[in-house]
Every structure is written in C-alpha cells, then in structure tokens.
Antibody, heavy 120, light 110 residues
Framework: EVQLLESGGGLAQPGGSLRLSCAAS????????MNWVRQAPGKGLEWVSG????????HYADSVKGRFIISRDNSKNTVYLQMNSLRAEDTAIYYC?????????????WGQGTLVTVSS | QSALTQPASVSGSPGQSITISCTGT?????????VSWFQQHPGKAPKLMIY???ERPSGVSHRFSGSKSGNMASLTISGLQAEDGADYYC??????????FGGGTKLTVL
C-alpha cells in the first residue's frame, strides 16, 4: 500500500525558513518522480515543485523559483522541500504527491498534507 | 503560467450526468495528453480520478470519464450520486516542464 507522510510544517516568520519532509513507503521510491503541491486556505491547488526519480531533474513554479529547493534521498525514501525567504502568501497546506512515472507527468497519489503558516 | 479555466460551480440531480470543462492553451492541455482530474472533499487530500485525458485509476467508478478536444478537456460524471459532491480540479503538464491546475469547480448534487 502506497503511503506518503509529510512533516515539518508549522509557524514561520516572514523571511524565515522551513524544511518539509515526505516519507514514502509501499513502492520502489527511486522509480518515481515526486512533487509538492500547495493549497492556500480556502483556495485552489498550486503545483510547487517536482523532482525526477534519480533526483537529476528538478522543476519549480515561478512563484517559488529561487526561494525553494526540492531534493530527495532515495536511500531514505524521502523527498524534501527547503523553503527559504518565506512570505505570507506561502501560507498553505503542502501536499507531497507521487508521480505515475520516473519523470513528472501525473500527480497520481497524494499524502494528507502539512500546514505551513507564515506570519509575524 | 496562467491557471486553466473551469466553471466555478455546477450542479445536478441524482442519476443525472454533468460535464465540467477545462480550457487551457496550446502550451498545456493542447500540447500533451497528460491531463488529469482530481476530486477533493472538504478537509481531505485530492484524489486522482482521471489521468492521460481518459484513463481511470484502479478503483475509480466507471461513471467518471474524460475527453479532450484541442485546448479543452472535459470531465463527465454519469449517474450522479450524493457522494460525488466535491470540488473538482483539472491539471495539465506544460511545455515549461511544470504543471498547471484549473481554479476548481464545486459540484453540488441537488
């Protein structure tokens, strides 16, 4: 059974940093791309970043490019999202999503999310 | 990357069929068959209902179907049931190696 467990969310100050983690189980982790998607309170979904199965390819939404870094440790079956220079508009539930392929194509399975609040 | 365009809300009675449209551009919906649809109930994570325009993941009811013509994709739900009431989002891969979502459609089952 595929399971994704996000952690690391919480309260951060504007300009601050947080690192999110997503621990995966139930599938061959290195064979699938992984993504982060967020949802601001009461709003729609926004794709944030994706990383290929090998970790060699990374992609970002314009809204986070230069501030967020996605990475993965295939030995630990974990994908990370390092969030720097946080802004109030980064406040959202952050979901980890397993792809259908080794490169990002389809957001096939989602975790339950972790809440990030950016406020002074 | 601009969001895909969906109607804000649709409604239907039990047993009826409804269709939700999703309009993109030649750089996303029109360029690839990596079009997906997600169902989200309040307080829950999104669930993949349709991928690759018209494929259903294992366990998803055959009442859900998808299609695409040019830059517009559609989700059709037939034989509406009360539990189909939820928010629905379309999604497409883009030529920039990113993903773009629609703004979401609230489905009310009357």
């Amino acid at each position: 059974e595929v399971q994704l467990l996000e952690s690391g969310g919480g309260l951060a100050q504007p300009g601050g940093s947080l690192r999110l983690s997503c621990a995966a189980s139930g599938f061959t982790f290195s064979s699938y791309a992984m993504n982060w998607v967020r949802q601001a309170p009461g709003k729609g979904l926004e794709w944030v970043s994706g990383i290929s199965g090998s970790g060699g390819g990374t992609h970002y939404a314009d809204s986070v490019k230069g501030r967020f870094i996605i990475s993965r440790d295939n030995s630990k079956n974990t994908v990370y999202l390092q969030m720097n220079s946080l802004r109030a508009e980064d406040t959202a539930i952050y979901y980890c999503a397993k792809d259908l392929d080794i490169v990002p194509t389809i957001l096939a399975f989602w975790g339950q999310g972790t809440l990030v609040t950016v406020s002074s | 990357q601009s969001a895909l365009t969906q109607p804000a809300s649709v409604s239907g009675s039990p047993g009826q069929s409804i269709t939700i449209s999703c309009t993109g551009t030649s750089s996303d919906v029109g360029a690839y068959n990596y079009v997906s649809w997600f169902q989200q109930h309040p307080g829950k994570a999104p669930k993949l209902m349709i991928y690759d325009v018209n494929e259903r993941p294992s366990g998803v009811s055959h009442r859900f179907s998808g299609s695409k013509s040019g830059n517009m994709a559609s989700l059709t739900i037939s034989g509406l049931q009360a539990e189909d009431g939820a928010d629905y989002y379309c999604n497409s891969y883009t030529s920039s190696n990113t993903f773009v979502f629609g703004g979401g459609t609230k489905l009310t089952v009357l």
